[in-house]
């Protein structure tokens, strides 16, 4: 009635926010997967998607075919796992999640490299822009930038990361410097918009321990952080971004680091597994070929910052 592929493709769209997302992520039309979706409701005989509005929700049904099915996929892997481990092998398809930026610049890459090293692994990389929007369950790892809410999946801490108040010279030339944290109000500010986390409310810690909590009327907003790094070095205000992701830009003086001795949140980088899939050969491989890909730190290496008012 129900076999190891209609598990897989319910665990990709049961991860995704749309029909339109889950269509791109299995490559397929959007129509392809209404009508498989369809099939695979009538062979069972319950609803298992509400489609009621743009966004997807699960019935009670689907929730438990979600997750009664990754269990399900799981003991697969790990059957298949057992039986390739004798060999010394590492094989199976790797499933790995990750911020669109971050994936393209770093993630893809160690995918890429652990192929062509085990030829008989097989990939999928889901890039997305909302950070809670795959399901754990549909993926054996999880790369995230930034803080983490309660999860029961296990963390794997991959690079230090810290995020940088900056602004491009034009923008400082026609604007001014802000000398403390709350000069920012006087400012163009941009911030993303993700996870539904408030990202109006910057919080700075002084070198002596001076705690400031702002919240700014944001001039610029969007839910992809290139779209608000490329307008901050277009001067249109002053942003906060991933270490990573601007490194180079502040190496050449593009953007420029501002308020010295004050110090937002990190945001390391960390992959999240689950306590099963942990322990699986391609993914504990995978694991090794990441952090060798982000040790040395690259954004920390021949990277000098040019920083005002120091």
Known sequence: MITSNDLHFFA???????LAAAARALDVTPPAVTQRLQQLEQRLGVRLVERSSRQLHLTVEGELLAGRGAELLAELDGLADA???RR???TGHLRVAAPFGFGR?????AMAALRTRHPDVTLSLMLFEDPAFPRADGWDVLIHVGALGDSALTLHRLAANRRILCASPAYLAR???????EDLRRHDCGVIRENKTDESLWRFAGSDGEQVTLRLQ????SNDGTVIRDWGLA????????EWDVA???KLGRLIALLPGWQLPDADIVALTGSRSGRVARVATFLEELRSTLHPIPWRVDRPEHVIGE
Request: aromatic share 2%; proline share 10%.
């Open 175 to 181: 604007c001014g410097m802000p000398e403390r944290p």
């Open 83 to 85: 039986l390739v481990a």
């Open 235 to 242: 001067g249109l205000g002053i942003i906060v971004r991933s």
């Open 248 to 250: 180079d830009d502040l």
């Open 88 to 90: 010394k092998k590492v």
């Open 105 to 109: 610049r770093y993630v893809a890459p």
């Open 12 to 18: 990709v769209l049961s991860g995704a926010r749309s």
């Open 218 to 221: 944001p001039a610029l907003a």
